[in-house]
Nanobody, 122 residues
Framework: EVQLVESGGGLVQAGGSLRLSCAAS????????IGWFRQAPGKEREGVSI????????YYADSVKGRFTISKDNAKNTVYLRMNSLKPEDTAVYYC???????????????WGQGTQVTVSS
């Protein structure tokens, strides 16, 4: 059974930083994409950033480029999202996702974690 367990969310002031972690287990895919989506209250889920296991290529939503960095520790099967210069509009539940397509479309991902809340105060 695939499990994605997020951690690292919390409350931070605007301009601050957080690092999210997602420990992945229960799968043996050779080629996959893992990353982060988020959902703010009253809004649809949106892709934030993903990383490919095959070539390490990364993708970011325009709204987070230059502020967020995704990375992966293969030995620990853990993916990280370093979030700098946080803004109130970054407030959302952040979900770890696992799939096979290099897209930021929610429907392309079969596996989702439970989510971790990130709140940025102004």
């Amino acid at each position: 059974e695939v499990q994605l367990v997020e951690s690292g969310g919390g409350l931070v002031q605007a301009g601050g930083s957080l690092r999210l972690s997602c420990a992945a287990s229960g799968f043996i895919f050779d080629d996959y994409v893992i990353g982060w989506f988020r959902q703010a209250p009253g809004k649809e889920r949106e892709g934030v950033s993903i990383i490919s296991s095959s070539d390490g290529s990364t993708y970011y939503a325009d709204s987070v480029k230059g502020r967020f960095t995704i990375s992966k520790d293969n030995a620990k099967n853990t993916v990280y999202l370093r979030m700098n210069s946080l803004k109130p509009e970054d407030t959302a539940v952040y979900y770890c996702v696992l799939g096979g397509a290099k897209t930021l479309v929610p429907f392309d991902y079969d596996y989702w974690g439970q989510g971790t809340q990130v709140t940025v105060s102004s």
